[in-house]
């Protein structure tokens, strides 16, 4: 059973920074690219990051792009988020999500629970 | 970036009746739109991939259509566990851009 369990979250000051892990199992995590997709309290989806199978490849949303900084370790069987100079508009649940590819399409097929950060002071 | 918008943002109905929503892209995706479902304090779940495949385990009551910029998802026949939140997004490039959502309320 594909699992993937997201941990760090947390209040947090502005400016302030914090690290959300991504804890996956139930498949090969080597094989995929990940991401993390966010979601402000009401409001939608909004995409943050994502990262290869290797980590030759990360890409950002413009609203993070030179403060959080996506990363995986292959061996842990995890990902991670790191997010510095918080803002109170990165208030969020963020969520881990597994990347599938197939016959030439991608799409989300697994997510996690969430991890919720508030930024305030 | 690839503007992804919804229609209707939010849609009253019943039990049994037939519900399509819209999403269009401001560029031409092909068929690299996917659409999920998000009940309430729960994790959005895949429904439809590549604008028209079912995802494993999902009720052949919901289908998807389109290509290019214009796409739906359709639910046949409304049950009551389908009252949800509904998102399309494009997998053509990054970013994933999400469209705003439709909120399907029970009338």
């Known amino acids: 059973e594909v699992q993937l369990v997201e941990s760090g979250g947390g209040l947090v000051q502005p400016g302030r920074s914090l690290r959300l892990s991504c804890a996956a199992s139930?498949?090969?995590?080597?094989?995929?690219?990940m991401h993390w997709v966010r979601q402000a309290p009401g409001k939608g989806l909004e995409w943050v990051s994502g990262?290869?199978?290797?980590?030759?490849?990360?890409g950002y949303a413009d609203s993070v792009k030179g403060r959080f900084t996506i990363s995986r370790d292959n061996a842990k069987n995890s990902l991670y988020l790191q997010m510095n100079s918080l803002r109170a508009e990165d208030t969020a649940l963020y969520y881990c999500?597994?990347?599938?590819?197939?016959?030439?399409?991608?799409?989300?097929?697994?997510w996690g629970q969430g991890a919720l950060v508030t930024v305030s002071s | 970036d690839i503007q992804m918008t919804q229609s209707p943002s939010s849609l009253s109905a019943s039990v049994g009746d037939r519900v399509t929503i819209t999403c269009r892209a401001s560029?031409?995706?092909?068929?690299?739109l996917n659409w999920y479902q998000q009940k309430p304090g729960k994790a959005p779940k895949l429904l439809i991939y590549g604008a028209s495949s079912l995802q494993s385990g999902v009720p052949s009551r919901f289908s998807g259509s389109g290509s290019g910029t214009d796409f739906t998802l359709t639910i046949s026949s409304l049950q009551p566990e389908d009252f949800a939140t509904y998102y399309c997004q494009q997998s053509y490039s990054t970013p994933r851009t999400f469209g705003q959502g439709t909120k399907l309320e029970i009338k």
């Open positions: 139930g498949f090969t995590f080597n094989d995929y690219a």
């Open positions: 990262i290869s199978w290797n980590s030759g490849s990360v």
């Open positions: 560029q031409s995706i092909s068929s690299y």
């Open positions: 999500a597994k990347d599938k590819y197939s016959t030439g399409l991608y799409y989300f097929d697994y």
